[in-house]
């Protein structure tokens, strides 16, 4: 059961085909997977529920090394952009793009460190002494 796409009402409301009812489910896989008690006639708790659940799964979908400090969170990729950029929709091209920004390493908490891609370059040899000209006296 994919509780991800249903809203907190069908949830709530509904019942399978065998008569169990979503809600059951839901908080059977919400417990085990957050190991904690629920109140399961709290509608606010169960909304908080669900969006705790869904953004769980949002954040594992996401594979970036990239990370925005809370604070920058639905930062606009560019001026006046439509595109918000948050923790859960974060790809390597929008942070790419954000740090294009003056300064932009100020909005990331986590930053991967580049792979090392090229090989490791051989030391230089060693120049001989300079030749002095002795004959000078």
């Known amino acids: 059961m994919d509780f991800t796409q249903m809203d907190i009402s069908t949830i709530a409301r509904s019942v399978t085909g065998d008569g169990v009812r979503y809600l059951r489910l839901f908080l059977e896989e919400y417990t085990s997977i957050f190991n904690e008690r629920v109140n399961p006639s709290c509608p606010k708790c169960l909304t908080a529920y669900l969006e705790r659940y869904k953004n769980h799964f949002k954040a594992m979908e996401n594979t970036t090394q990239y990370r925005l400090h809370a604070k920058y969170e639905n930062i ?31 909005y990331f908490s986590q930053i991967p460190q580049p792979a090392i891609t090229e090989p490791v370059s051989q030391p230089k040899p060693k120049r001989k002494p300079r030749k002095t000209n002795q004959n000078k006296a």
């Open 76 to 106: 606009p990729l560019e001026f006046g952009s439509p595109i918000l950029v948050n923790n859960a929709n974060i790809t390597d091209e929008y942070a790419q793009k954000l740090l294009l920004h003056k300064n932009g390493e100020r």
